[in-house]
Each structure stands twice: as structure tokens, then as C-alpha cells.
């Protein structure tokens, strides 16, 4: 089970930064998504491992965003720093694996957390 905490509303330019519980088992790679009002569900950023050693994001967060866990704890972050408007989505937590097209695929998922950005 995975549970997510930290959305809310922050202006342009403002931080936040969105948690994630793990329970009830052992995710090597777990990944954030998000889903922008009218839009598909995409890939926000992934971490592989138990540290944070090796992760990856998406273009549009490169360098904004920045994803880390804490296996002691059995918990993914997601701190995001600079934030637009148009990110403006509700965030999810998952476990998830890149496939060998570079595609990340989740299949437990988190009930969602809602971040607003005003302009």
C-alpha cells in the first residue's frame, strides 16, 4: 500500500515537497506520476535502488524536481522547487520499473495528492 501527503496550493515559484508511505511490501524501484487536469497520467521521476543514488525524471522537471527515499523509514520524496503552473496535477506515488524502451510502467499505485501552482 502506498499513501502520499504534501500536496496543496503554492504560488509560482514556491516549493513543496510530496511523501510517500510504503506498507505491505518492498519496492526496489518506485517512481512519481502525475495527472494535469484534462490530461493523461505521466512519469515525473523514478529512483532505482535503495538509496537515491540512481534516479531519472522527465524533461520537463530535470532540475526542478528531485526524487529520494529513505528505506529506513519506507519512504519515497518528491521536493519540488520552482514550481509553474503547469504543474498543476495531481501527483501519485507507485511502484514502478522502467522497461527497455526507457517507459515506466507502475502497477501499485497511491491515491493521488493534489498540487495547485497559481500564477
Known amino acids: 500500500r502506498l499513501v502520499e501527503s504534501g500536496g496543496g496550493l503554492v504560488q509560482a515559484g514556491g516549493s513543496l515537497r510530496l511523501e510517500c508511505v510504503i506498507s505491505?511490501?518492498?519496492?526496489?524501484?518506485m517512481g512519481w506520476f502525475r495527472q494535469p487536469p484534462g490530461k493523461e497520467r505521466e512519469f515525473v521521476a523514478g529512483?532505482?535502488?535503495?538509496?537515491?543514488?540512481?534516479?531519472f525524471y522527465s524533461a520537463s522537471v530535470k532540475g526542478r524536481f528531485t526524487i529520494s527515499r529513505d528505506e529506513s523509514k519506507k519512504m519515497v520524496f518528491l521536493q519540488m522547487n520552482s514550481l509553474k503552473p503547469d504543474d498543476t496535477a495531481v501527483y501519485f506515488c507507485?511502484?514502478?520499473?522502467?522497461?527497455?524502451?526507457?517507459?515506466?510502467?507502475?502497477?501499485?499505485w497511491g491515491q493521488g495528492t493534489q498540487v495547485t501552482v497559481s500564477s
Open positions: 507507485a511502484h514502478a520499473l522502467q522497461d527497455d524502451s526507457g517507459t515506466w510502467n507502475a502497477d501499485v
Open positions: 505491505g511490501g518492498t519496492f526496489r524501484s
Open positions: 529512483v532505482v535502488g535503495w538509496t537515491s543514488d540512481t534516479t
